[in-house]
């Protein structure tokens, strides 16, 4: 399993929009699973939080506590080996009145 190919990245998105967070492609076969983190903890999916079959982070209506570092873990199920992308940050701007 090859290093993720993208580097650090960051996103900006603004209060109650959707955010899509795409997957650093990762060169591995077979095809990695991937889990998502922020700031260390595994994001559980949920009503607001999904993760696509292309392993797209989708965030609908993004609320201030959504903002932070993300990160996605690659798992080679055929040999165990595992790597960390570099951070994600996504921004989660107020709309101002």
Same mark, same amino acid.
């Given at each position: 399993?090859?290093? $993720?190919?993208? @580097?650090?990245?960051?996103?900006?998105? +603004?209060?109650?929009?959707?955010? !899509?967070?795409?997957?650093?492609? *990762?060169?591995?076969?077979?095809?990695?699973?991937?889990?998502? $983190?922020?700031? @260390?903890?595994?994001?559980?999916?949920? +009503?607001?939080?999904?993760?696509? !079959?292309?392993?797209?982070?989708? *965030?609908?209506?993004?609320?201030?506590?959504?903002?932070?570092?993300?990160?996605?873990?690659?798992?080679?199920?055929?040999?165990?080996?595992?790597?960390?992308?570099?951070?994600?940050?996504?921004?989660?701007?107020?709309?101002?009145?």
């Amino acid at each position: 399993m090859g290093g $993720f190919v993208e @580097g650090e990245r960051s996103q900006t998105v +603004s209060q109650g929009e959707g955010a !899509l967070i795409h997957a650093p492609r *990762i060169h591995s076969f077979p095809r990695p699973q991937i889990t998502w $983190f922020r700031d @260390g903890r595994k994001i559980p999916s949920s +009503s607001r939080i999904a993760i696509t !079959l292309d392993n797209t982070l989708v *965030i609908l209506s993004t609320v201030a506590p959504d903002a932070g570092r993300y990160y996605a873990q690659a798992v080679n199920d055929k040999n165990g080996e595992n790597k960390t992308s570099q951070p994600i940050t996504l921004t989660v701007e107020s709309k101002c009145a």
